[in-house]
C-alpha cells in the first residue's frame, strides 16, 4: 500500500499539469479533438512524465492537497499559455492576411473558432507543421524539464510567470506580422493604386473591377508566400518553449 501510495501522488501532480497544459496546447486544446482521446492522451503522458516530478509528499489534509493541485494546475496552465502562443501567432497571420486580401468574410464570414476561413486554413497549416516536425514533442518534454525549476506543488512566481506571457504575447504578435507581411505590402499598394484611380477616374467604379483582381492576386501570393512564413514559424517556435 506505502508503495501505491509513492506512486499515486507524483501520478496526481503531473496529471494536473498536463491536464492544464493539454487544455491550451495547440490542437488539442481547441475542441477540434474529442474529449476522450485527449484524456486518454494525457493518462499516457502521465505515465511518461511522472518520474520527473519527483517524490511527492502524501498531503496530510484536504488542505494540503489543496495546495499540492491549485499550483500545478497554476503552472500547467502558464505552461500551456505560452505554447499556446505559438499559435496566436498563425491566428494573427490569417486575420491580416483575410483583411489584407478582402475575402475575410468568404463562404459565410467564420470559421471554427471565429476565425475567417483564410485564418483557418492558415492555422491548420501551421498545426500540420507542428506536429509533422515534432515540435509537440520538445513541448512534452519542456513540460518534464519544468519539474527542475518549478517543482510539484511549488506556486509559480507571480512576476516571472506573467512577464513569461507578455513577451510570448508580443513575440507571437511580430511574428504574425511577419509572416503576413508579403499581403499587408499587397494590400496597400493595392489601395494606394485603387485610390489614385478614383482621383483620375471619379466615375469608374474601381472597388468593383480591382476587388476580383486583390482577391485573385492575394489567393496566389498566399499560395507563395504561406510555406516560406510557415518556415519562419517553424524556426521561432522553439523561443516560445519554456525552459
Not at 90 to 110: D, K, M, N, W
Amino acid at each position: 500500500m506505502s508503495l501505491d501510495l509513492d506512486l499515486l501522488w507524483p501520478a496526481l501532480a503531473a496529471f494536473v499539469r498536463i491536464g492544464a497544459m493539454m487544455a491550451l496546447m495547440p490542437g488539442f486544446g481547441g475542441g477540434r479533438v474529442p474529449m476522450r482521446i485527449a484524456l486518454g492522451l494525457a493518462l499516457l503522458l502521465t505515465l511518461a512524465v511522472m518520474p520527473s516530478a519527483g517524490p511527492v509528499e502524501p498531503p496530510a489534509s484536504g488542505t494540503d492537497l489543496v495546495s499540492l493541485v491549485v499550483p500545478e494546475a497554476i503552472a500547467g496552465l502558464m505552461l500551456g499559455t505560452l505554447v499556446r502562443a505559438m499559435l496566436f501567432a498563425l491566428q494573427i497571420a490569417g486575420a491580416a492576411i483575410a483583411q489584407s486580401i478582402g475575402i475575410a468574410h468568404i463562404f459565410g464570414g467564420v470559421a471554427e473558432g471565429g476565425e475567417a476561413p483564410v485564418g483557418s486554413l492558415v492555422t491548420l497549416a501551421g498545426l500540420t507543421a507542428f506536429y509533422v516536425s515534432g515540435l509537440h514533442i520538445a513541448a512534452i518534454a519542456a513540460l518534464a524539464d519544468s519539474y527542475r525549476y518549478l517543482p510539484a506543488g511549488t506556486l509559480a512566481p507571480a512576476g516571472d510567470s506573467a512577464w513569461a506571457v507578455v513577451e510570448a504575447g508580443a513575440q507571437a504578435l511580430t511574428l504574425g506580422l511577419r509572416i503576413a507581411a508579403p499581403l499587408l505590402v499587397a494590400g496597400f499598394l493595392y489601395n494606394l493604386a485603387l485610390g489614385a484611380m478614383n482621383r483620375a477616374m471619379p466615375q469608374l467604379m474601381v472597388v468593383f473591377v480591382g476587388a476580383p483582381a486583390l482577391a485573385l492576386g492575394g489567393l496566389a501570393l498566399l499560395l507563395v508566400a504561406l510555406p516560406v512564413g510557415l518556415r519562419a514559424w517553424l524556426d521561432a517556435a522553439p523561443g516560445f518553449l519554456p525552459g
